[in-house]
């Protein structure tokens, strides 16, 4: 599925955080948008999941669905956002209660979503009795279970100590390496932005606005090779220059009150 962003503004009462945003998400690409603290990337992915409505602008979606797709664009969120009194199995059955599917299908898109993330062993469990790493697990999970056309995600990995974040980077390449799913990666974090995306928007200090989209030229797979980690410093070096110059000019802004 494809994502069209023209002209998007969008305010909260007299805060404006989003201006002139121009934005195509083409089939199966993995776009990362990083910038200074409230410069508007949640806001610009609620937009994009049809949960905020924008002030003026269009945003649209084009192209075929997967097969059984039940929604076609699901998030998953910093905070995993689980019910802590449902099993594991019954926090990924949710998504799948409004929909009339025969028992066996319901079945198997739990099991198939559970094993793929190494959680079929602990389906009885509670999100209490699980690590953040298999928590998050269950949120993705959970997300593939609707056998999405596109992906939101919001910082799914910021709330997890830096080996685990590790461990789900190569959940979400294993994923995009079989699934192809368009996805929308919001992270403040350039060494995930630099693992996992082929372009890199950089928003402005707020109001956001795009400052540069940045290319990965290296395929995903072949990041951790030793010849590709020229390329990879340079980019790095690139989004960290333009991150450090609008965090340092938000950082002198008087705060909005
Ligand atoms: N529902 C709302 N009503 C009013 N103001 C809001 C609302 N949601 C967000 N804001 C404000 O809009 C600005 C942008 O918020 P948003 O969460 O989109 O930014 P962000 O770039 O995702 O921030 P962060 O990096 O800190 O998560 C912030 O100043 C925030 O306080």
């Not at 690409?29 to 999941?49: H, M, N, R």
């Not at 076609?72 to 009339?100: G, M």
């Not at 294993?174 to 082929?198: G, I, M, P, Q, S």
């Amino acid at each position: 599925m494809r994502l069209l962003v023209s002209d998007l503004t969008h305010r909260y009462e007299d805060l404006t955080v989003l201006d002139g945003i121009d934005l195509t998400l083409a089939e199966g690409e993995v776009l990362a948008v990083i910038g200074p603290s409230g410069c508007g990337k949640s806001t610009l992915l609620g937009i994009a999941g049809g949960i905020v409505a924008p002030t003026s602008g269009r945003v649209s979606v084009e192209g075929p669905l997967p097969d059984g797709c039940l929604n076609p664009i699901t998030f998953i969120f910093q905070d995993f956002a689980l019910l802590p009194w449902r099993s594991v199995e019954d926090n990924v059955a949710l998504v799948l209660e409004h929909h009339p599917l025969p028992t066996a299908e319901r079945r198997e898109r739990i099991e198939t979503g559970l094993r793929r993330m190494g959680l079929w062993e602990f389906r009885k469990a509670l999100p209490k009795q699980l690590s953040g790493g298999m928590r998050q697990r269950v949120g993705i999970a959970r997300a593939l279970a609707v056998r999405p056309a596109m992906l939101l995600l919001d910082e799914p990995l910021s709330a997890l100590d830096a080996q685990t974040r590790e461990l789900l980077m190569d959940d979400f390449l294993d994923l995009w390496r079989r699934e192809k799913t368009t996805a929308l990666y919001v992270t403040h974090n350039l060494d995930e932005a630099l693992r996992l995306a082929d372009r890199v928007v950089v928003l402005s200090r707020r109001p956001g606005r795009i400052r540069e989209i940045v290319t990965v030229e290296e395929p995903r797979d072949r990041r951790q090779a030793p010849s590709a980690q020229a390329h990879l410093a340079e980019v790095r070096e690139r989004l960290w220059h333009l991150m450090k110059a609008e965090a340092q000019m938000a950082d002198r802004e008087i705060a909005h009150v």
